[in-house]
């Protein structure tokens, strides 16, 4: 069967089956079976199919994803987010627009010890929106700041999926973690002078309106007391990482310990917590790993097929330069966003656009950042973005998914903006792996 035949059969059968409603897993796991069948040899094939299943979900790279998982549960079912919320709004005072502020600034610290995107932006949402809305917010200032922050725990370290991205294309997970860092915090800076545009822009999106002003001294205070001590966590998470003393995996562990500790230590480590943030992450990562399971499967049969290979030698026949084959990919993952979750465009792309990136002689550092980026803007993306969804079930009743969408662009210009930067100047991203190597 020529490449292409084998590509559309796999590829075209996988879209096909999602597009009637198909659980991810289920589609994988039937266009692997067909896939096998016919490119393996039948039954033996089949046989091969089993013994990969075990395989790829036994792969030590992994375990720091549940850690993660459980780290960012139980911040938030120990209540520990939000005394960082109720913190960093003591020290904004009155100033107009402080809760779309205190949304970025929040955010971004909870996206340092969560990582998890959907979990980031329900939080924030489930938080800040009933204040926001009572003191006069408009939508765009509410859903926007909150969709967009949401996402940045898909690229500052701790990112689970960074973890995946990184364990499956054979990336250096420590450094694709790190590169995310500054990155996500320039990101983070552009969100904030977005806010402050659209305030000068549009006064009356946020209101201003009489706080009750924290003396310094309980600014002070709350800032030792609920602030610093998650400092604990981000060194335990990035910092280990950064000096060498730990891989991804051991940060993870000391990431989840550190939360425990200090849940322990504020007595909100409850029975209650622990079987919440459990079960959360047993439901995340089940189903992560039946997707890890039908995907790796599907990434050998193309190869196997010579699909992949194919696939590639017509790519490079078009002499695509540098950017433009960097731009299409990016649309390409866009695309997808429209249609289906994260981890199945990551699985369905990664052996595709991994030998085409090395060929290309791309960072693959550098092209991780980039992937994760498209990715996490994805998110946003109509009709099927996820974080749209999040956004809808934690707003008001008769919230549409066109509102939110409406309400992210201008935010989500800012991540094309940064994706730009990137491509322009990769050492904002290789910065500190390199220096992590040193």
């Known amino acids: 069967m020529p490449w292409y035949e084998a590509a559309g059969l796999m590829v075209g059968g996988l879209l096909f089956l999602m597009f009637f409603g198909t659980p991810v897993a289920i589609a994988f796991l039937t266009i692997n079976v067909v896939g096998v069948y016919l490119f393996m040899g039948g039954m033996i094939g089949i046989d091969q199919l089993v013994a990969n299943a075990t395989t790829s979900v036994t792969s030590f790279a992994l375990v720091p994803v549940p850690l993660f998982l459980i780290m960012g549960e139980l911040l938030f079912h120990t209540g520990l987010a939000v005394r960082v919320f109720d913190a960093l709004d003591k020290c904004f005072g009155g100033i107009r627009g402080r809760l779309s502020y205190l949304t970025v600034g929040g955010g971004t610290i909870f996206a340092t010890l969560s990582g998890s995107s959907m979990a980031n932006t329900a939080m924030l949402g489930t938080t800040l929106m009933p204040d926001m809305i009572k003191r006069g917010y408009k939508p765009k200032m509410i859903m926007g700041p909150i969709l967009a922050t949401g996402g940045l725990a898909m690229i500052i370290p701790p990112s689970s999926l960074a973890v995946l991205l990184g364990s499956l294309a054979r990336i250096d997970v420590g450094a694709l973690l790190i590169a995310g860092l500054v990155p996500g915090l320039v990101?983070?800076?552009?969100?904030?002078?977005?806010?402050?545009?659209?305030?000068?822009?549009?006064?009356?999106?946020?209101?201003?309106?009489?706080?009750?002003?924290?003396?310094?001294?309980?600014?002070?205070?709350?800032?030792?007391?609920?602030?610093?001590?998650?400092?604990?966590?981000?060194?335990?998470?990035?910092?280990?990482?950064?000096?060498?003393?730990?891989?991804?995996?051991?940060?993870?562990?000391?990431?989840?310990?550190?939360?425990?500790?200090?849940?322990?230590?504020?007595?909100k480590l409850t029975w209650t917590a622990v079987i919440a943030a459990m079960k959360g992450t047993l439901m995340v990562s089940a189903m992560m790993l039946m997707i890890i399971v039908g995907s790796t499967t599907f990434s050998q049969i193309l190869a196997f097929s010579g699909a992949s290979s194919g696939l590639i030698s017509y790519a490079m026949s078009f002499d695509f330069g540098f950017y433009a084959i960097l731009a299409l990919m990016f649309l390409v993952l866009l695309i997808l966003g429209m249609f289906m979750d994260q981890l199945s465009i990551m699985m369905l792309t990664l052996p595709i656009f991994m030998p085409l990136a090395s060929s290309y002689g791309f960072d693959p550092i550098w092209f991780g950042v980039i992937m994760l980026l498209a990715l996490e803007l994805s998110l946003a993306t109509p009709p099927f973005g996820l974080l749209l969804f999040v956004m809808v079930g934690v707003s008001p009743p008769g919230t549409t998914i066109g509102q939110v969408a409406w309400a992210a662009a201008p935010f989500i210009a800012c991540t094309l903006l940064l994706v730009l930067i990137l491509a322009v100047f990769p050492e904002l991203a290789l910065w500190l792996p390199g220096l992590m190597r040193s």
């Open 187 to 267: 990101l983070a800076l552009m969100f904030v002078a977005t806010i402050r545009l659209q305030i000068a822009l549009d006064p009356d999106a946020a209101p201003g309106y009489a706080a009750d002003r924290a003396t310094f001294g309980e600014i002070i205070s709350a800032i030792a007391r609920d602030i610093l001590p998650m400092g604990l966590v981000i060194f335990a998470v990035v910092g280990l990482i950064l000096l060498g003393w730990a891989t991804p995996t051991e940060s993870a562990a000391f990431g989840t310990l550190a939360v425990a500790i200090l849940a322990a230590i504020y007595r």
